[in-house]
């Protein structure tokens, strides 16, 4: 009753009489009246927002719309649709149904091209994860061969030193001896040199020995590519020998090789390899027999791979006392 007495008293006041009241109200009242005010507007407010104690928020459906007003929007349109169509023409309406059907061929054409573009990504994804796999594949096993070369060759040098201990070298073991880390232990003499003397057959193992190095020593890769050129030359040599022996005597193309051979002697890679130059330069001018310029051209690839040889003993005996002198 109190609190209805009190809501009627002001609204029987005039306009008159609040503006006085406002305007003889203390700082404090002032304050205390616009808060009041202000917390009446939140009330109203979380009310207009709540449904049955449900909020857009916290409601049980998971409807962040809950106290939104609905409107049909499909209905609606609909009914704008059919209110549309009475005024229109048999033609107007044909135009406005061929146009609907467009669009909706359009809506689709965008929604198969959308799938088609899902499709492709999820290709081009599933493609680039296989050359993913492929690589790490492919570099593990690089890396496994890798490992398996290095385990083969400290296999290869620890036999040879184990022959060279025993007394039973073999003519690779002696090869190979500068190429390891032992600088006590050095052979003096040059790489092809130590060919001489050798028959055919401990040039053949000998090759194939050459050969086993070739493919696991990558770090010493220019080595033995010039120890293969040079074994090479020699198994062809004793088996030339050997036809000549059973022939009977010398035959004038070994003469000529002998020759061409002799007048490589001494000289070092880079003269060898300009040389090599001039020859090829004189086939191409036709200046040259093809046939001799061929012969010379073979001399001059085991002459240059001995060139070779030389230069890189002559590099690890430098590199080998110069540890021993530190």
Known sequence: ?????????????????????????????????????????????????????????????????????????????????????????????????????????????????????????????????????????????????????????????????????????????????????DDADVEMTEPYKLFRNLALPQLEELQQDVEQHRSLDSANAEFWDAMATVCEDEIRGAKVRVERERAGGADAAAAIEDDIASTFQGKGWRELKDQEEEVKGGIAEGVLDPEFAQQVLAQLRTALAKAKLRDIHANILRSKLARLEG
């Open 1 to 181: 009753m109190g609190k209805d007495s009190k809501k009627d008293r002001r609204r029987s006041r005039s306009p008159d009489e609040k503006m006085e009241r406002k305007l003889n109200e203390t700082r404090e009242e002032k304050m205390l009246r616009r808060l009041e005010k202000k917390k009446r507007k939140r009330e109203q407010e979380e009310a207009a927002k709540t449904i049955c104690g449900y909020t857009d928020d916290n409601n049980r459906f998971g409807d962040s719309n809950l106290t939104q007003s609905f409107v049909w929007g499909k209905k609606n349109r609909g009914m704008e649709e059919e209110e549309r169509d009475k005024h229109m023409s048999e033609k107007e309406k044909r135009r406005a149904e061929a146009e609907r059907k467009a669009k909706i061929e359009e809506e689709v054409e965008k929604v198969k091209q959308r799938r088609e573009e899902r499709e492709k990504e999820q290709a081009w994804m599933e493609e680039e994860k296989a050359r993913m796999a492929r690589e790490s594949e492919e570099a593990q096993h690089n890396e496994w061969e890798s490992k398996a070369d290095e385990f083969h060759l400290e296999q290869a040098r620890l036999r040879a030193k184990i022959r060279t201990t025993e007394g039973r070298a073999k003519p690779i073991d002696i090869f190979a001896k500068n190429l390891m880390d």
